[in-house]
Each structure stands twice: as structure tokens, then as C-alpha cells.
């Protein structure tokens, strides 16, 4: 297990006229592995939660384990270790890009941990290589001179260059045009499959999440209301509705292909999968295989 929260609870301004119950006796496991999307509505708690997971937010009340580890026990935690092992991405990173060359930008992180040289050089080759920015072409560039998209793969790399093993990432896509979001969204998903680390994918967007994520999280006013796969809880489209979300529409038109007697699984989440299942349900109507 890497990550436990126990009945964590965030009260911003606790005992004034403006008091905010943003977390109530939140529970959650996060197991090695996992791509674990976590889904809400804005101001459901989501990035209140996230922040907690590196120190970011001390919780009111509960706490949080990592790998075993009480992080707000007695004893005193390394902090800057701990944000080492749990890299957070926020909403906008390439607001926080300030080096001179994207190398110095990405190369931040490591030489902090007190990396040797050539170590640093390797972690930047790697982390520019995983968010698919040529070493040779990038390295020397100003960040400031990059698309957007660009600088926010750049940003990216430096939280990936201090390997870490869990990366948080609070709705990275948010800004961006459709050919950036799409470029995006598969390198998660690939530095995910080929460097196994864990993460945890902040979203609103279901159709995101219906294409990375194993599991997903449901939260709602401070309190997680599902958990499970994206077919178990996608299947829950009356309950997600009535809390303001909803379910992707390519799984909403097989529902309703379903629902009119078509033999289509339901368990679909992107347009590749519907397509074959909508061409097999025909050829097998018409008694040809597919």
C-alpha cells in the first residue's frame, strides 16, 4: 500500500463566520500501480485532498500514510523527501517554469536532492524523453519560447525528474487546445505503462478518465461517494447526474443502443471501441463475421 488517508478532515478558517468544511472523514487506499481517477464537481474537495499528500495542507483532523508512514504523526517527517516520492503537478505548471533554458528548468529539482552532474543530465535526458521533448532540440531553449503545450510537458519533466513514485496531476489539461490535450493525456498514459509509476489524475472530465484511469474516485461536498471501476461507476449514470456530472457520451450512446436492444457491450469509453462494437453488432445482424 503506498498511500492511506484515514478519516481525514480540512476545515479552512475554522471557527470564523467564513468556516469551510472541505474535507470530512475522507478514506482512501492508493496501491502501487494504480492510475486512480479522482472526479468531482469544483469544490468537492478534490484539490484539497491532493494537497495533503505531500504537506502541502495539514489536515484538521486524520491523517495520511505513505507506505506505512504516518506523515502527521509525533515524529518529524523530511518533507523535501517526501515531495520527491510524491510529485504534484498543478493545474497551470508552466506558471512555475523560471529557468533560463528548459534544461535548468528540468535539472531544478535534481541538483536540489544534491545529484551529481551527470546524474542531473540523466534525469533530464530521461524526464524530457517521457514527455516526449527531444534532449538535443528542447535542452537549450528558452521555456518561455515554447507552445503552451510544450511548456507544459516541460513542467512536467520537472516534477518527473526526481523520479518519483506517485504523480499527482490536478486537471492538466485545463487550458489547452484539442491537439495538446490529446498529446498530453497519451504521454501520461505512456510514462504510466512503460515507468509504472502510480498516479493520481485530478479531472472533471469524464471522457479523460474514462481513457487513462483503472479506477476511479467519485468525490462530493468533502466525501468520497464511489469507488470502483470506471464500468462500475459509470454504470451509476443516474447517481453521478444528480451530482452534477455525468458519464462519458460515447458510453451513453451504447447504453442507449443497449437499452434498444442492440447486443453492444456498455463497458465502452472511447470512439475506437464503440466503432468495432457497432460494426460487429451489424455484421452479426447481417450473419457474417466480423
Given amino acids: 500500500m503506498l498511500i492511506q488517508v484515514k478519516d481525514l478532515t480540512h476545515i479552512y478558517m475554522s471557527g470564523s463566520p467564513y468556516e469551510h468544511w472541505a474535507l470530512n472523514k475522507v478514506n482512501l487506499e492508493v496501491c502501487q500501480g494504480d492510475f486512480l481517477g479522482l472526479i468531482g464537481r469544483t469544490g468537492s474537495g478534490k484539490t484539497t485532498l491532493v494537497q495533503h499528500l505531500n504537506g502541502l495542507l495539514k489536515p484538521t483532523e486524520g ?103 506517485i504523480l499527482v496531476m490536478d486537471e492538466p489539461s485545463s487550458g489547452l487546445d484539442p491537439r495538446g490535450r490529446k498529446m498530453l493525456l497519451e504521454q501520461v498514459k505512456q510514462f504510466h505503462r512503460q515507468a509504472g509509476i502510480t498516479v493520481i489524475f485530478v479531472s472533471h472530465n469524464m471522457e479523460e478518465v474514462a481513457q487513462l484511469a483503472n479506477r476511479l474516485v467519485v468525490m462530493e461536498k468533502g466525501q468520497i461517494v464511489m469507488d470502483g471501476s470506471p464500468a462500475e461507476v459509470f454504470r451509476e449514470a443516474e447517481k453521478l447526474m444528480s451530482i452534477g456530472l455525468g458519464i462519458p457520451q460515447v458510453t451513453r450512446l451504447m447504453l442507449e443502443l443497449k437499452n434498444k436492444g442492440k447486443g453492444v457491450r456498455t463497458e465502452v469509453f472511447s470512439v475506437e471501441e464503440a466503432r468495432r462494437e457497432i460494426v460487429t453488432e451489424f455484421l452479426e445482424k447481417q450473419g457474417e463475421k466480423p
Avoid: C, H
Fill in 63 to 165: 491523517t495520511v500514510l505513505f507506505k506505512g508512514r504516518d506523515l502527521y504523526g509525533e515524529q518529524e517527517v523530511d518533507w523535501r523527501e517526501i515531495r520527491q516520492k510524491v510529485g504534484l503537478v498543478f493545474q497551470y505548471p508552466e506558471e512555475q517554469l523560471f529557468g533560463e533554458t528548459v534544461f535548468e528548468d528540468v535539472a531544478f529539482g535534481p541538483r536540489k536532492m544534491g545529484l551529481k552532474e551527470e546524474e542531473v543530465e540523466r534525469r533530464v535526458e530521461k524526464a524530457l524523453k517521457m514527455v516526449n521533448l527531444d534532449f538535443k532540440e528542447f535542452s537549450g531553449r528558452s521555456p518561455f519560447n515554447l507552445s503552451r503545450g510544450e511548456m507544459r510537458r516541460a513542467a512536467m519533466a520537472g516534477v518527473l525528474s526526481m523520479e518519483p513514485e
